[in-house]
């Protein structure tokens, strides 16, 4: 199975990432080029509508935030190129090349060898309202596997796929908060687990008659559930 699906399949946790260890070289954290080409381009393949995944830069050193990180693209043709990272550290705009895959030259941060990390977040688009249709839901899941198809190639008849969602509740609304759902047949409720976690497999028949979804405090968000 390519590292790549690996990756993916790997995401579905709250805060889904993926860290990668910083590179050394010198004194200063330093990632290929098509390492994080890779992520970048996983998540600019995705429908952002329907699956949020994006990439973040950030230091083991909790003195460090991620405004004070700044990374650029040392290539021996083209020069400097800075790379774009927000204050909270996700990187936009990541130039994808051929000629920079080719030379595949070092992605230099301004922090010491060791300390950076990279991640990637993968979580379903859904609005901060806290009633929405049962279709969110399956947009998500199927854009997971979309993206987790295209990776895997080949291999997509062997790589694990999505078959629900996990609902994350902060801590304090551990054995509180709710998920309902008004199906024809009734309506049916799902309570948080003591870590503030509802997993919930997708059904066919919900799908197809896409019923309102109804939470009963704010979430912190919903991922693709990979197990």
């Given at each position: 199975?390519?590292?790549?699906?690996?990756?993916?399949?790997?995401?579905?946790?709250?805060?889904?990432?993926?860290?990668?260890?910083?590179?050394?070289?010198?004194?200063?954290?330093?990632?290929?080029?098509?390492?994080?080409?890779?992520?970048?381009?996983?998540?600019?393949?995705?429908?952002?509508?329907?699956?949020?995944v994006q990439v973040f830069v950030s230091s083991k050193n909790k003195a460090v935030h991620p405004s004070d990180i700044s990374l650029a693209i040392?290539?021996?043709?083209?020069?400097?190129?800075?790379?774009?990272?927000?204050?909270?550290?996700?990187?936009?705009?990541?130039?994808?090349?051929?000629?920079?895959?080719?030379?595949?030259?070092?992605?230099?941060?301004?922090?010491?060898?060791?300390?950076?990390?990279?991640?990637?977040?993968?979580?379903?688009?859904?609005?901060?309202?806290?009633?929405?249709?049962?279709?969110?839901?399956?947009?998500?899941?199927?854009?997971?596997?979309?993206?987790?198809?295209?990776?895997?190639?080949?291999?997509?008849?062997?790589?694990?796929?999505?078959?629900?969602?996990?609902?994350?509740?902060?801590?304090?609304?551990?054995?509180?908060?709710?998920?309902?759902?008004?199906?024809?047949?009734?309506?049916?409720?799902?309570?948080?687990?003591?870590?503030?976690?509802?997993?919930?497999?997708?059904?066919?028949?919900?799908?197809?008659?896409?019923?309102?979804?109804?939470?009963?405090?704010?979430?912190?968000?919903?991922?693709?559930?990979?197990?």
């Open positions: 199975m390519n590292r790549i699906l690996i990756r993916l399949a790997a995401l579905a946790i709250f805060q889904a990432c993926l860290i990668q260890p910083g590179y050394a070289a010198g004194t200063n954290a330093v990632i290929p080029y098509k390492t994080v080409d890779d992520l970048c381009q996983m998540a600019d393949g995705v429908d952002q509508t329907k699956l949020l040392q290539s021996g043709a083209k020069g400097t190129i800075p790379v774009q990272v927000r204050t909270d550290g996700q990187l936009l705009n990541f130039p994808h090349q051929k000629e920079l895959r080719r030379e595949n030259p070092s992605v230099i941060a301004n922090q010491p060898k060791g300390t950076l990390n990279l991640a990637i977040s993968v979580r379903l688009a859904i609005p901060d309202d806290p009633t929405f249709r049962y279709s969110r839901l399956g947009d998500g899941v199927a854009e997971a596997n979309k993206a987790i198809k295209a990776q895997a190639g080949m291999l997509s008849l062997l790589a694990p796929k999505a078959q629900g969602v996990i609902f994350f509740f902060p801590k304090a609304s551990a054995g509180k908060a709710k998920v309902e759902i008004a199906s024809v047949a009734g309506k049916k409720e799902y309570m948080a687990d003591e870590n503030g976690q509802i997993k919930l497999r997708l059904e066919k028949i919900l799908l197809a008659e896409n019923p309102e979804v109804k939470v009963s405090e704010k979430l912190q968000l919903i991922t693709p559930d990979m197990e």
